[in-house]
């Protein structure tokens, strides 16, 4: 599905942002990474409260006819990347990374954002659209709720933790962390550059709507 190539080869880059990855297409009935996959995308399309929030907002943006065939349920090979866009364009799920359903919906939520922003006509080329991308993407996606959740004032009641920060600033914190991190990953940069390029467009962002 998404037009992706059966035989070995890379993706096209995008505006150099989209990920190349070697992929090879397989016997997708005998493999049990690819049915967990499948079976998890399905579920977080149809039950995530999160993920339909943001394909509503896809859906209402654009003409563009996303359904279920423009995520493709993928074996990734010489990379540590999870997933990323793909020049259809489309959303590619790496299924020998992804250990969990719930690692699963991390990284389909993130690359949402992303592929919304796309969409909104956002310059992967500009590293200032491309950081502000990423912050909307740690933001709005599942990842730095998860984390978010661990500081939560029941977590500590049940293992006795400490709470030195509050959850907003726990998330902010996970937020800008994150967009760091992808920035660094993207642009190869050092982390100081990264974290120069997030601050500058962090606050603004961070308060804006999806």
Not at 111 to 116: A, D, K, Q, S, Y
Not at 146 to 162: I, V, W
């Given at each position: 599905?998404?037009?992706?190539?059966?035989?070995?080869?890379?993706?096209?880059?995008?505006?150099?942002?989209?990920?190349?990855?070697?992929?090879?297409?397989?016997?997708?009935?005998?493999?049990?990474?690819?049915?967990?996959?499948?079976?998890?995308?399905?579920?977080?399309?149809?039950?995530?409260?999160?993920?339909?929030?943001?394909?509503?907002?896809?859906?209402?943006?654009?003409?563009?006819?996303?359904?279920?065939?423009?995520?493709?349920?993928?074996?990734?090979?010489?990379?540590?990347v999870k997933g990323g866009l793909t020049s259809d364009p489309g959303i590619l799920l790496c299924e020998?990374?992804?250990?969990?359903?719930?690692?699963?919906?991390?990284?389909?939520?993130?690359?949402?954002?992303?592929?919304?922003?796309?969409?909104?006509?956002?310059?992967?080329?500009?590293?200032?659209?491309?950081a502000r991308s990423e912050v909307r993407a740690a933001k709005f996606s599942l990842e730095c709720h998860?984390?978010?959740?661990?500081?939560?004032?029941?977590?500590?009641?049940?293992?006795?933790?400490?709470?030195?920060?509050?959850?907003?600033?726990?998330?902010?914190?996970?937020?800008?962390?994150?967009?760091?991190?992808?920035?660094?990953?993207?642009k190869d940069v050092t982390y100081s550059k990264a974290s120069s390029i997030v601050e500058s467009v962090?606050?603004?962002?961070?308060?804006?709507?999806?």
């Open positions: 599905s998404s037009g992706i190539n059966a035989e070995y080869g890379e993706f096209l880059t995008l505006q150099h942002y989209f990920i190349q990855i070697n992929l090879r297409m397989y016997d997708v009935d005998t493999t049990r990474a690819h049915k967990n996959c499948e079976e998890w995308k399905a579920n977080a399309l149809l039950k995530n409260i999160n993920i339909r929030t943001i394909l509503t907002k896809i859906l209402s943006t654009s003409d563009f006819k996303f359904d279920n065939s423009c995520i493709s349920c993928l074996e990734c090979h010489d990379t540590g020998n990374r992804l250990e969990t359903e719930s690692e699963l919906h991390h990284v389909l939520s993130h690359e949402l954002v992303h592929f919304l922003d796309h969409i909104k006509g956002t310059k992967w080329e500009n590293v200032d659209e491309l998860s984390k978010g959740a661990e500081e939560s004032p029941l977590y500590m009641q049940y293992f006795g933790q400490p709470q030195v920060c509050s959850i907003a600033e726990q998330f902010k914190k996970c937020v800008k962390n994150q967009a760091i991190n992808s920035v660094m990953v993207i962090f606050d603004k962002l961070f308060n804006e709507d999806l």
